[in-house]
């Protein structure tokens, strides 16, 4: 199994597991390989350390000494480098971005296409009122705006749209 760090041409980084490197060769070759966030599949790979598991034994714990305190410190002082901290920040914009997607899927009814008729007659109290969401053009969207009905747009991720294998 391999685990890739990859980035879409948006910089939003996510991981890839593949069974070989030939398999994201062949997933990436096919236009398979896509951001879970925005759904671009311009993606690249980014450089990541290799992780070898080599049996169940418990590591080894080196001997505390000089050079190891005075790594601890350095350690900490790189990863509070501005580049590592807006990368967690970016990596928990991302995540806050996917769990907010998800709970409007979970608590929403697809309206489909009738977004913008459904969003009217639920203003007007000519439908139940409950939570919808649907697909409307830009001019629609305005129109309702201007109807002083609320309404907001939502990307919705290509990976979110159908079921998880």
């Known amino acids: 199994m391999k685990v890739l760090n990859l980035q879409?041409?948006?910089?939003?980084?996510?991981?890839?597991?593949?069974?070989?490197?030939?398999?994201?060769?062949?997933?990436?070759?096919?236009?398979?390989?896509?951001?879970?966030?925005?759904?671009?599949?311009?993606?690249?790979?980014?450089?990541?350390?290799?992780?070898?598991?080599?049996?169940?034994?418990?590591?080894?714990q080196p001997a505390i000494s000089c050079a190891a305190s005075v790594e601890e410190p350095l350690m900490a002082a790189k990863a509070a480098t501005p580049h590592a901290a807006a990368n967690g920040v970016t990596q928990q914009m991302q995540a806050a971005l996917?769990?907010?997607?998800?709970?409007?899927?979970?608590?929403?009814?697809?309206?489909?296409?009738?977004?913008?008729?459904?969003?009217?007659k639920i203003h007007y109290g000519e439908a139940q009122d409950r939570s919808i969401r649907g697909q409307a053009t830009r001019e629609e969207a305005e129109s309702l705006r201007d109807e002083g009905i609320e309404v907001m747009s939502l990307p919705l991720p290509d990976s979110l749209k159908g079921p998880l294998q």
Do not use: M
Not at 19 to 47: F, H, I, M, N, W
């Open 98 to 120: 996917l769990n907010a997607v998800k709970h409007v899927l979970a608590n929403t009814e697809d309206v489909g296409t009738q977004f913008a008729d459904e969003a009217r």
């Open 8 to 60: 879409c041409a948006q910089s939003h980084g996510f991981e890839g597991w593949f069974g070989s490197e030939e398999d994201y060769q062949s997933q990436r070759a096919r236009g398979l390989v896509a951001c879970p966030l925005c759904g671009d599949d311009q993606v690249t790979k980014l450089p990541s350390a290799p992780r070898l598991n080599l049996g169940a034994t418990e590591p080894v």
